[in-house]
Structure formats: C-alpha cells, structure tokens
C-alpha cells in the first residue's frame, strides 16, 4: 500500500515538472520542431526547389512606369536623363527626338533602364530637374510563379540531359550498339539542349527585367516658351493665303467658262435651234395671210 502512494505521489510530481517545462522553457518545443523541420526539409527535397523565390524578400517583381515632365528645354534635359540614369545604376535603352515645326522646339522621348530599387529616387530626381509633372504612373508584374515554374523546367531538363548522356556513353561500350543506337541518343541530347537554352534565355531575360526597372519619360518644352510667331500675326502667312485664294479663285472661274462653252453651249444650241425655226415658219404664215 505504501508502495503504491509512492508511486503515485512520484507520477504527480513529474508531471508537475512536466508542465513547467512545457509553460516556461523552449525545450519543450524541441520534439515536436525537429519533425517539422525534417518534413519541410524533406517536400523541399521532393519538389527540387528551395522556395527563394515565394519568400517574401525574394519574390520576382518587374516595375514599369511612364513620366510626363514640363521641362524649359528637353534636348537638354535629355542629357540629364542620361546622367541621371548612369548614377542610379542603368542606361538610355532608346531615345527619340522629333519637332512639329521646322522653326519649333523639340521634344523628347526616352526609355531608360535604371536598377528596380532605386526607382523611386530616380523619379524623385527627375521631378527635381522639371518644371512641371504632366502625368506619372506606375506599375508592378508578379512573376515569382512564372519564375519558379521555368527553374523546375530547368532542373528536370538538365536532369534528363545527362541521363541522356550517361545513356549514350553506355551505348557506345555495347558491343552490338548500332549507329542508329548513337544517332536517337543524339538527337534527343540535342532537343534537350535546344529546350534548356530557350528557358535559360527566358530566365535571363526575367533576371534583366527584374535587376532593372524600365522608365518611359517624356520630354515636354514649356508652352509658356515657345514661341509667338507659331501662334500670332504673320505678314508671310497672310500674303500666302491670299496667293492660294486669290489662285483657287480664278480656277474656278476658269471652270465656269469651260462648262459654259463644253455643256451648256451645246444644250442652249439644241433648244434654241427648234424654237427659231417654229418662230420663222409662223412669221412667215402671218405674212402669206397678209397679203
């Protein structure tokens, strides 16, 4: 009997114990973590990729945007753009220049690649050098699961390339290999190969997208700054619209006369004719009664 309420009083003071260290201590935790963490390690290993690209801090994000700026004069502010893209980590990908008018200013248009996480203090800089904002938009793609997807295309293909290889280089000790044996190893090695360097492509492309951000900025010249001349009172412009009046006047003139004497001369001939006749014949009559 006495036996027994040790034992029992030894169960509740272990259990006791038990419960404190389970309450304040990390050890507790220990048993039941190391599974968890052989399992996650264990999918990671089935799936053959290390989840870089779904964390948070390693997702694959392109950013775009479009600026319109005011500026006094955009051919020089182009310059700028250029110096301003080299120090924020990128370059001028294309740039475009054109005029409305011979004698007008210029505009610009350039697109520029600067790296994605100084983005907004290159917007911030350009905003400094303009007079104006006209327009300014933003934009983010998510390509994290695309980018996943072609690196496990990638690492199943360059699997299967050199089992391919390891197929051929058997193939070749056979005694009894064939050369057409040789030549199906071959041209599947070869469809592999042709596979993994479109995706490694892709992915390179992906990676420049990423690492760079792409900015349409637009050059405007101040309309406060153009000049009078494009819009007010020109001695020139005024005597050529007079020219060009006073030419489309005399051509349709010369229309006129020309189907007064083609079209309607000959109709006013065919009416005219008859009518004479029938006023001569009834004259005449009048006179034969006469006498």
Known sequence: MRRGL????????????????????????????????????????????????????????????????????????????????TQYGGYVSAEQTYRELADGPAFSTLQVRVAADQLEAFIEALKTEALDVRSLSTSSQDISEEYGDLEAQLKNLTAYEEELRLLLADVRERPDAKPDDLLNVFESIRQVRGEIEQLQGRQRLYDSQVALATVSVNLTPSESLEPIAKEGWSVGTIFRNALRGLVAGLQWLASAVIWLGVFLLPILLLILIPVAIVFWIVKRRRGVKAD
Do not use: Q
Not at 25 to 54: C, H, I, Q, W
């Open 6 to 85: 040790i034992i029992v009083a030894l169960a509740a003071v272990l259990a006791a114990c038990g419960n404190g260290e389970t309450s304040g201590g990390s050890n507790a935790f220990e048993p039941v973590g190391a599974p968890l963490t052989e399992r996650a390690a264990s999918v990671k290993d089935m799936a053959g990729y290390d989840g870089s690209v779904v964390a948070d801090e390693g997702r694959k994000i392109i950013e775009t945007a479009s600026i319109d700026l005011e500026v006094a004069d955009p051919e020089a502010s182009s310059a700028t753009v250029h110096l301003l893209a």
